[in-house]
T-cell receptor, first 113, second 116 residues
Framework: GENVEQHPSTLSVQEGDSAVIKCTYSDSASNYFPWYKQELGKRPQLIIDIRSNVGEKKDQRIAVTLNKTAKHFSLHITETQPEDSAVYFCAASQSGGYNKLIFGAGTRLAVHP | GAVVSQHPSRVICKSGTSVKIECRSLDFQATTMFWYRQFPKQSLMLMATSNEGSKATYEQGVEKDKFLINHASLTLSTLTVTSAHPEDSSFYIC????????????FGPGTRLTVT
């Protein structure tokens, strides 16, 4: 089955700096890769996702890149703000059907003013 | 929109009793819902996949007789924790997909279960 590894487990940056979180997956059949942001005690919120027919996707300060050959994908947050502080989870699944998401272990991002 | 609600948000029960958690998609029909369990400072662990009108598919190691899942309509799935024990205390979160051709999962706010 699919296995998703996520690094780093914690990340501390100064406000305005960039933050990068990386994930690798094991199943070459996976083709859907979402990123979720979870604040303490709250639900995970989908912030961006990418499918395997695309190498990069950007939404304002957030971007995701995908390298299918290497089986890894990354989340990039630019111009970080204190409100970006949260736990970020990557996930992977096979598109369509009832296929399930397999989550990474999470990255705790702290943005210091 | 894609709003998913869960009820209750918090519940405390005694060992040996059963607790039912509801997951509802408020503004869309969800043919598939998922139930996750999350321990403090850990990731989301999928417990089961719930398909409307059919039996749930449980992940390896999840006792189907202990965690009863029912998906009776396109907007409601329920998780019943039977004969609860303190080790069942956790944060239970559901998610829903709009359909088999839609990949995005939208999460409920979660239910914090404490078994005393």
């Amino acid at each position: 089955g699919e296995n998703v590894e996520q690094h780093p487990s914690t990340l501390s940056v100064q406000e305005g700096d960039s933050a990068v979180i990386k994930c690798t997956y094991s199943d070459s059949a996976s083709n859907y890769f979402p990123w979720y942001k979870q604040e303490l005690g709250k639900r995970p919120q989908l912030i961006i996702d990418i499918r395997s027919n695309v190498g990069e996707k950007k939404d304002q300060r957030i971007a995701v890149t995908l390298n299918k050959t290497a089986k890894h994908f990354s989340l990039h947050i630019t111009e970080t703000q204190p409100e970006d502080s949260a736990v970020y989870f990557c996930a992977a699944s096979q598109s369509g059907g009832y296929n399930k998401l397999i989550f990474g272990a999470g990255t705790r991002l702290a943005v210091h003013p | 929109g894609a709003v998913v609600s869960q009820h209750p948000s918090r519940v405390i029960c005694k060992s040996g009793t059963s607790v039912k958690i509801e997951c509802r998609s408020l503004d869309f029909q969800a043919t598939t819902m998922f139930w996750y369990r999350q321990f403090p400072k850990q990731s989301l662990m999928l417990m089961a996949t719930s398909n409307e009108g059919s039996k749930a598919t449980y992940e390896q190691g999840v006792e189907k007789d202990k965690f009863l899942i029912n998906h009776a309509s396109l907007t409601l799935s329920t998780l019943t924790v039977t004969s609860a024990h303190p080790e069942d205390s956790s944060f239970y979160i559901c998610s829903a997909r709009k359909g088999p051709q839609r990949d995005e999962q939208y999460f409920g706010p979660g239910t914090r279960l404490t078994v005393t």
